[in-house]
C-alpha cells in the first residue's frame, strides 16, 4: 500500500511535484503558492514550462519534465483545477497513475490546504487501487509520496481520515470485485469478522439459515433457497459509549444474481457478482467508522444470499412471509434484492428502532437508464435527511440524485394473494421497487433513505480516483456523513 507521509520541508527530491491551477478559461494556467517554495531556478523553469508546454491546469493533467544531474531530476506540473477537494482527489489520482514507475515523489501543497490533502491522499490511494494484483500490469512501484505542508501536525487526523476512507473504499471493491466462486454469503460473513475482529466495541452476529427460519426471515430465505450455499444475515454493530445518535445501514448482498428462475439472458449476467456492493458499501462504513472512533452507534445489516437456478429456488408465483409478517406475491424471481431488503428494514425498524435507517443496494437496472452511470437515484420522505445525505455524498466526490416516491405507482404494488406485489410490470423500475421497500419501514418511514446503486457501484473505464470495475461507491458519502453525526 502507497505510503504518504507529512512532512514540514523536503526531505528527498528526485520528484518534485509542483501544483497548477486554472483561473478560468480565459487566463493562464498558473503555479500554485505553496507552503514549502521550491528554489528560484526550479519556479522559474517551472513557470516557463506553462505555456511551453500548453499546459491547461486542468484537474488530472500531468506533465513529467526531466533535469538530468538537477535536484529535483524530475518535476511533475498537476493540473489541480480551481483547486478544490474534488478537483485534487483527480489530481492525486492522475499523479498515481503518471508516477507509478517511480518509487517517491514529494508533493508541494498551498498552505493551510486540508481539502487540497483530503482530495489529494484519497486520489492517490484510490487511483492506485488495484484489485490483489491480477489487473494487467501489476503493482505500481509508487511507494512513498511526501506531502510538505506548513504544519504536518495540523493536518495529521485529516490525512487519518483520507487514510481510512480510502482503505475502505478499498476493501468494498475487492469484496465486489471478487469471484462469485468465492464469495458465497458464508465468505462474505468470515471476512467480516476478520475485519471486525480486535475491536472491543465491534460486535458481530451472523444467522444461517436455521436462526434466520427461526426468527421469520422469509424474503432471505426464499431467495437463498436456490443455492448450495446457504443465505447469511450478518448484522455488525460499531456501539460507541458516548453515541447519542443511532442509525442502521442495510445493502443488498446477493453475491450472485442469475435472476432465478426468471433467469437472466447472457449480457445482462456477466457482472451480476456485483450484487452484493451494497453490502460491502455498508460493512466498509461501519468499519471505518469504529477505525475513526465516530460518537455514533452504526448497525449494518448484510441479507447475504445468491440467487441460483435449481429445484429448490423459489419460483414465480410464490407467495413469500417477510420479517414481521407482511407477505408478498413475486412475480418474477429476479426482482429479488427487495424481498431480501425487506426483511432486514422490517426487523431494524422493528426491532432496532434506530433515529435513523438508511439502504443501498443494486436495485434495478432503470437506475442507469434514468441516470446513466454515475449517479445514484436517491429516495427519502424526509426532505432534510435526504439533503443531508446528498451533501455528504457529492462532498465525498461521489454523486447521487433525488428521485421521486412517487404516491401515483403505490397502487400497482397491490395483490390479490398476498399484502403486496413485488414485481408489478408497470411504473417506472426504480421507483417501484423504492416504493416497495418503504412499506417495511415501519415506525422509521420517515426517516429512512434508500439508494439504488446500480449504476455507480461499476466503473467501465479508467476515470479520476475510480478505477476499473467496483468502485465502492457509497463508503466516501456514508462515512462523511456518518461525521456530521457525532
Ligand atoms: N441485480 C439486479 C439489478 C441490476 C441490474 C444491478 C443491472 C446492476 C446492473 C436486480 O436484482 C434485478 O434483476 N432487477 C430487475 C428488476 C425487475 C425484475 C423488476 C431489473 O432491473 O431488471
Ligand atoms: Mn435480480
Ligand atoms: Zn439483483
Not at 84 to 110: K, M, N, S
Not at 379 to 396: C, F, K, P, V
Amino acid at each position: 500500500m502507497l505510503a504518504i507521509r507529512l512532512v514540514s520541508g523536503p526531505e528527498r527530491l528526485d520528484t518534485l511535484v509542483l501544483p497548477v491551477r486554472r483561473e478560468g478559461s480565459d487566463t493562464p494556467a498558473m503555479l500554485v503558492p505553496t507552503a514549502s517554495p521550491p528554489a528560484d531556478e526550479v519556479r522559474a523553469e517551472a513557470t516557463a514550462l506553462i505555456p511551453a508546454a500548453r499546459l491547461t491546469g486542468e484537474a488530472g493533467e500531468a506533465r513529467e519534465h526531466l533535469r538530468p544531474g538537477g535536484t529535483p531530476a524530475r518535476l511533475v506540473l498537476l493540473g489541480v483545477g480551481t483547486g478544490d477537494e474534488q478537483d485534487w482527489r483527480a489530481a492525486g489520482a492522475a499523479l498515481a497513475r503518471a508516477a507509478r514507475d517511480e518509487t517517491h515523489v514529494t508533493v508541494a501543497l498551498p498552505v493551510d490546504a486540508p481539502a487540497a490533502l483530503r482530495g489529494l491522499a484519497e486520489g492517490l490511494l484510490l487511483g492506485s487501487y488495484r484489485f490483489r494484483l491480477t489487473e494487467a500490469g501489476g503493482a505500481p512501484a509508487l511507494a512513498e509520496v511526501d506531502v510538505v505542508v506548513a504544519d504536518p501536525d495540523a493536518l495529521a487526523h485529516t490525512l487519518d481520515a483520507a487514510r481510512t476512507t480510502a482503505a475502505m473504499t478499498g476493501l468494498a471493491r475487492d469484496l465486489t470485485n471478487t469471484p462469485s466462486s468465492v464469495k458465497n454469503p458464508a465468505w462474505f460473513a468470515a471476512q467480516v469478522e476478520a475485519a471486525a475482529a480486535g475491536h472491543p466495541d465491534l460486535h458481530l452476529r451472523v444467522r444461517g439459515p436455521e436462526e434466520l427460519a427461526a426468527e421469520g426471515f422469509g424474503g432471505i430465505l426464499a431467495v437463498g433457497g436456490g443455492s448450495a450455499s446457504g443465505p447469511r444475515l450478518v448484522e455488525l454493530d460499531w456501539r460507541p459509549a458516548d453515541a447519542r445518535t443511532h442509525v442502521v445501514l442495510v445493502g443488498k448482498g446477493i453475491t450472485f444474481d442469475t435472476g432465478g428462475i426468471s433467469i437472466k439472458p447472457v449480457p445482462a449476467m456477466k457482472l451480476m457478482r456485483k450484487d452484493m456492493a451494497g453490502a460491502a458499501a455498508v460493512t466498509a462504513a461501519c468499519l471505518g467508522a469504529a477505525a475513526l472512533r465516530l460518537p455514533v452507534r452504526v448497525t449494518t445489516l448484510a441479507p447475504l444470499a445468491e440467487n441460483m437456478v435449481s429445484g429448490s429456488a423459489f419460483r414465480p408465483g410464490d407467495i413469500i412471509r417477510h420479517y414481521g409478517g407482511l407477505t408478498s406475491e413475486t412475480t418474477n424471481s429476479d426482482a429479488e434484492g427487495r424481498l431480501v431488503l425487506a426483511d432486514a428494514l422490517a426487523y431494524a425498524a422493528r426491532e432496532l428502532k434506530p433515529d435513523l435507517l438508511v439502504d443501498l443496494a443494486t436495485l434495478t437496472g432503470a437506475n442507469a437508464v434514468a441516470l446513466g452511470k454515475r449517479h445514484g437515484a436517491l429516495y427519502s420522505a424526509n426532505d432534510q435527511l435526504a439533503a443531508d445525505l446528498l451533501g455528504a455524498i457529492e462532498g465525498a466526490g461521489e454523486r447521487a440524485w433525488r428521485m421521486p416516491l412517487a404516491a401515483d405507482y403505490v397502487e400497482y404494488l397491490g395483490s390479490d394473494i398476498a399484502d403486496l406485489h413485488s414485481s408489478p410490470d408497470r411504473g417506472a423500475g426504480s421507483v417501484v421497487a423504492a416504493l416497495f421497500l418503504h412499506e417495511f419501514t415501519g415506525e422509521l418511514r420517515d426517516r429512512w433513505v434508500h439508494v439504488d446503486m446500480s449504476a455507480p457501484s461499476w466503473s467501465e473505464d479508467v476515470h479520476a480516483e475510480l478505477t476499473k470495475g467496483a468502485t465502492g461507491w457509497g463508503v466516501r458519502g456514508l462515512l462523511r456523513w456518518l461525521t456530521t453525526l457525532g
